[in-house]
């Protein structure tokens, strides 16, 4: 089966990229994928993230773009995830988007993020593998605080564009905790991550309907 690719990327710093990448690795692996997460990160806090993941975990394999092609394939991944980084523009992106087959955008609720985002959705929407939707677009909330006035705006701003939106994630320290362990939620006790595995469960259905037989 050929290797299908999940890019994750938002130009704005700090809206969830890493996060995403890594908990979405961590699902595949966890359902017998071989996945590589591909770190185009100059800062590489994916690849740090993998040095930190304990052995007795589902596998993820790591790639950073001066690693080369062949050490790619020679991995053979089912997915090849990959965290892109801020201010991710121009030529950058244009590549890192042909190669993909699927790309998720994380938002997170600020009036800054999301005028970010705003410019970058118009961008892509202007891809013609996009208007030709060879590529599924999904966005994801991230960092969600229901209690606050801007989870509502944010969902207003983000129903606003032709990408559906997949998944609201919450804002807790379970992602901080499995960032610092190299760990997702997919590899906590059920116990632990009960209510965000609950809300996972809509992207990684959106993900499997976007997906080839995996
Ligand atoms: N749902 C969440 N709840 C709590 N904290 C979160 C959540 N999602 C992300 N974070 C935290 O927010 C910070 C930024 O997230 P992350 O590093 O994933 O963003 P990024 O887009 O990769 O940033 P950069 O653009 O710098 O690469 C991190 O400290 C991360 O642990
Ligand atoms: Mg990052």
């Known amino acids: 089966m050929a290797m299908q690719t999940l890019l994750v990327a938002n130009p704005k710093g700090g809206s969830g990229k890493t996060t995403l990448?890594?908990?979405?690795?961590?699902w595949l692996a966890a359902r017998k994928q071989r996945v590589v997460l591909a770190d185009f990160d100059p800062l590489r806090s994916?690849?740090?993230?993998?040095?930190?993941r304990p052995p007795l975990?589902?596998?993820?394999?790591?790639?950073t773009p001066d690693s080369g092609k062949d050490e790619l394939k020679?991995?053979?991944?089912h997915?090849?995830?990959?965290?892109?980084?801020?201010g991710l523009h121009g030529d950058a992106l244009r590549d890192a988007m042909r190669r993909a087959d699927i790309l998720l955008v994380p938002v997170s609720p600020s009036a800054f993020d999301t005028a970010a985002t705003q410019h970058f959705l118009d961008q892509i929407g202007e891809y013609k593998a996009i208007k030709k939707g060879d590529i599924a677009v999904g966005l994801?909330?991230?960092r969600v605080d229901p209690r606050t006035n801007s989870a509502g705006e944010l969902e207003e701003f983000l129903k606003s564009f032709d990408?559906?939106?997949?998944?609201?994630?919450?804002?807790?320290?379970?992602?901080?905790?499995?960032?610092?362990?190299g760990l997702t939620i997919a590899d906590l006790p059920h116990s632990r991550a009960e209510q965000d595995l609950e809300q996972w469960r809509p992207l990684t259905r959106w993900i499997a309907r976007h997906s080839r037989g995996a």
């Not at 990448?21 to 961590?26: D, F, R, Y």
């Not at 994916?46 to 930190?52: G, K, Q």
């Not at 997915?79 to 801020?86: F, G, Q």
């Open 74 to 77: 020679e991995h053979n991944p």
């Open 140 to 142: 994801v909330a991230m």
């Open 21 to 26: 990448a890594t908990n979405v690795a961590g």
């Open 79 to 86: 997915w090849l995830v990959i965290d892109t980084p801020a």
């Open 163 to 181: 990408f559906p939106l997949v998944a609201h994630l919450r804002a807790t320290q379970v992602y901080v905790h499995c960032a610092r362990d």
């Open 46 to 52: 994916a690849t740090e993230w993998l040095a930190r």
């Open 57 to 63: 975990f589902p596998a993820i394999a790591g790639w």
